[in-house]
């Protein structure tokens, strides 16, 4: 148990459709991320929240659409995905989105596009 | 720009034996430096972070050492177990809202 849940643990979508992946915290964290892991990629940050505002968007396309209701929850909306974007779908957290602060990751969720 | 690589994909080791994981990074402007476990179907576990302010670290069996003037990393894991078998990641930062750049990382196999 991480502190971060992340659903669904496996999803695989056609290249039409619309999912989300859903993610919460129960840490009491400020700050929450999406990153992308590939395989023999390094981690890729997506998007960074700090206090539900959204303050980094790493140049991810627009088919990723994420939203962050409230410092607990944490979703990145999916539609028209490519292939190319199966991966596993890191949440985070850290108690302040500064630097030095500690990221804690869930335990992912692995998208396939199919 | 910035860089975080590692210096061997895969680390074999016998059981209760020393393990050394390496990482060199390039930013010299990086301050915070953490180390991360990855086991296979699960997402990166926190082990030990350290600032740039240090060049020592000590958690439970593991010791983080940085060398900022070599800009390198390493991670010890002392009598390595079984369980440590994973994946390992460094991560490095240095701006204001946190922006982890991570390592391909180097996998760790303990054989009994």
């Known amino acids: 148990e991480t502190g971060v849940t992340q659903t669904p643990r496996h999803l695989v979508m056609g290249m039409t459709n619309k999912k989300s992946l859903k993610c919460e915290q129960h840490?009491?964290?400020?700050?929450m991320y999406w990153y992308k892991q590939s395989a023999k990629k390094p981690l890729e940050l997506m998007f960074v929240y700090s206090l539900e505002e959204r303050v980094e968007n790493n140049s991810v396309p627009s088919r990723f659409s994420p939203e962050c209701p409230n410092s607990s929850h944490l979703f990145l909306h999916l539609h028209t995905l490519q292939p190319e974007d199966s991966a596993l779908y890191l949440c985070a957290s850290s108690p302040q989105g500064g630097a030095g602060n500690t990221i804690y990751f869930g335990e992912g969720s692995w998208l396939t596009v199919v | 720009g910035e860089s975080v690589g590692l210096h061997l994909p895969t680390l074999s080791v016998q059981e209760g034996d020393n393990s050394i994981i390496n990482c060199a990074y390039s930013n010299s402007a990086s301050d915070y430096f953490i180390w991360y476990k990855q086991e296979s179907g699960k997402g990166p576990q926190f082990i030990i972070d350290i600032r740039s302010n240090m060049d020592k670290r000590q958690g439970q069996r593991v010791t983080v050492l940085l060398n900022k003037t070599v800009k390198h990393l390493s991670l010890q894991i002392a009598a390595t177990q079984p369980g440590d078998s994973a994946v390992y990641f460094c991560a490095e930062s240095n701006t204001g809202f946190q922006k982890l750049v991570f390592g391909t990382g180097t996998r760790l196999l303990v054989s009994p």
């Open positions: 840490l009491g964290h400020n700050a």
